[in-house]
């Protein structure tokens, strides 16, 4: 159980860091970049249900 956990943790820590380094490239809060990816999935999500 100990290995899932290392794991999760470590791909939890990378999926933050992500936006993190983004907002600061982009010189924006990291909230902001978050709410964004949060948005483009909804958005993504219901334009695949009204095309389909």
Do not use: C, P
Not at 2 to 18: A, L, M, N, T, W
Not at 25 to 40: A, P
């Amino acid at each position: 159980m100990k290995f899932i956990d290392s794991i999760r943790y470590f791909f939890e820590r990378r999926g933050f860091d992500v936006s993190t380094r983004l907002a600061d490239k982009m010189g924006i809060r990291v909230t902001n970049v978050r709410l964004f990816f949060i948005y483009i999935s909804f958005v993504t999500v219901g334009l695949s249900f009204g095309i389909y």
